[in-house]
C-alpha cells in the first residue's frame, strides 16, 4: 500500500502539469494503459487512418479483407494524407477498436459509398440517426442503444466490422508490430517511454498491484501479450504487472467497461487507484470513477493535452522520467 500526495508540486512543479490536484490519498492499485503510455512499438496512427479512410471511401465489397488488398493496404502505410481519418484516429485515442471500425464504416454509409449488393435501403431518418451517431463518436461516445437503426443496417456493421478490426491488426503487423517487436525482444529499453520500467517497478515495491489494460485482443502467443513481454515486464500473481485485460475480436468492450469489471471483480475501491493513460477513454473513465489520472501525453499533444485538461485529468507527464513522479507515490 501506498500514499499518493501531490501538494508538493505546488511550489515546483518541474516537467509535471498540475492541471487538478487531487491531494493526498491512500493507492493500493494502478491500472495502466499500454500504447503510447508504455509502449512505443506500435506506430497504430497511420495504420488506424488508413483503414478507416479505406473504409469509408469505398473499401467494403465482400472481399474487402482479401490477401491482396492486405498487402496493397501495407504499401500504402503513411504515404497519403488522409486528413479526416487520421485526425479521428488520434481524437479517438482509448476508443475501442470496433468502435473505430464503426466509424469508417458509418462514414461510407454517410458517403453513399456502401456496395450496392448490401441490400441497404435507409430512409432520410436512418441517415440522420446515422449522422448524429457519427457526432457522437467525436465526442468519444461508443454505446447508441438508445437509438433506433434498421436490422439490415446493424447487421451490416457487425458483420463488416470484426471483419475490418482484424484487417487493421493485419495491416498493422505487417507494417510495424511484427518488425519492432522483435526489435524490443534485443533491446527493450529503445521501445519504452523513458522511465516506464523503472516508474512501474517503484510502484511495485511501494505495495502497488499494477494492471494492463487495452482495447487490443489479448491471447498469449502473439499480440499485445508478445509486446509486453518483449519490453521486459513480467506478467503474473506476485510479478510487476498482475495481468493483461483485454478486449474482444467480435464485440465492442469500450476501455472504460474494461477498467470497471477489473475494478469489480478484483474488489477495488476506484478512490485508492491510480489510472495512467495517453487515451481519452482510460482519462475519462477514470475521472469519472474518482480515481487519480496521470495523463502521459507527448509535449508536442496539443489536442490530446487539451481534452484531457477538459476531461479534469490530475497530471499530464511527458514520460516517467521526472524524479518528481517518484515522490508523488511512496510506500506508506
Known amino acids: 500500500m501506498a500514499i499518493y500526495d501531490d501538494t508538493f508540486l505546488a511550489d515546483d512543479p518541474g516537467g509535471i502539469e498540475l492541471v487538478n490536484p487531487a491531494g493526498r490519498r491512500r493507492i493500493t492499485h494502478a491500472v495502466h494503459d499500454i500504447d503510447g503510455t508504455h509502449s512505443l512499438i506500435r506506430d497504430w496512427p497511420p495504420v488506424m487512418a488508413l483503414s478507416i479512410h479505406w473504409a469509408m471511401t469505398g473499401g467494403l465489397d465482400e472481399d474487402f479483407d482479401s490477401e491482396d488488398n492486405l498487402k496493397a493496404l501495407i504499401d500504402r502505410v503513411g504515404k497519403e494524407e488522409l486528413e479526416e481519418a487520421y485526425r479521428f484516429s488520434i481524437t479517438s485515442a482509448g476508443l475501442s477498436a470496433i468502435t473505430q471500425m464503426e466509424y469508417g464504416i458509418r462514414r461510407a454509409v454517410e458517403l453513399g459509398n456502401i456496395p450496392a449488393g448490401a441490400g441497404l ?77 523503472e516508474f512501474m517497478a517503484h510502484l511495485h515495491d511501494c505495495g502497488v498491484e499494477n494492471f494492463f489494460v487495452t482495447g487490443a485482443v489479448v491471447y498469449e502467443d502473439g499480440g499485445m501479450y508478445e509486446e509486453v513481454k518483449a519490453l521486459g515486464f513480467e506478467i503474473g500473481p506476485g510479478k510487476m504487472v498482475v495481468s493483461l485485460e483485454g478486449s474482444s475480436w467480435d464485440t465492442k468492450l469500450p476501455k472504460g467497461e474494461v477498467m470497471e469489471r477489473l475494478f469489480s471483480t478484483r474488489g477495488i475501491d476506484p478512490a485508492c487507484a491510480v489510472v495512467l493513460g495517453d487515451g481519452r477513454t482510460e482519462i475519462k473513465a477514470g475521472v469519472e470513477m474518482g480515481c487519480v489520472t496521470v495523463s502521459r501525453l507527448d509535449r508536442d499533444a496539443g489536442v490530446q493535452r487539451q481534452l484531457h485538461r477538459g476531461f479534469g485529468t490530475n497530471l499530464v507527464v511527458e514520460d516517467f522520467s521526472d524524479p518528481r513522479l517518484w515522490r508523488l507515490i511512496e510506500k506508506e
Do not use: H
Open 121 to 197: 435501403e435507409l430512409s432520410q431518418e436512418d441517415l440522420r440517426n446515422n449522422a448524429a451517431i457519427i457526432r457522437r463518436m467525436w465526442e468519444g461516445e461508443e454505446r447508441f442503444d438508445d437509438v433506433a437503426e434498421p436490422q439490415a443496417l446493424t447487421a451490416f456493421i457487425n458483420e463488416r466490422t470484426p471483419r475490418l478490426f482484424r484487417l487493421y491488426e493485419a495491416v498493422l503487423n505487417g507494417a510495424c508490430r511484427d518488425r519492432n517487436t522483435a526489435a524490443a525482444w534485443k533491446s527493450p529499453e529503445d521501445w519504452r517511454v523513458p522511465g516506464s520500467m
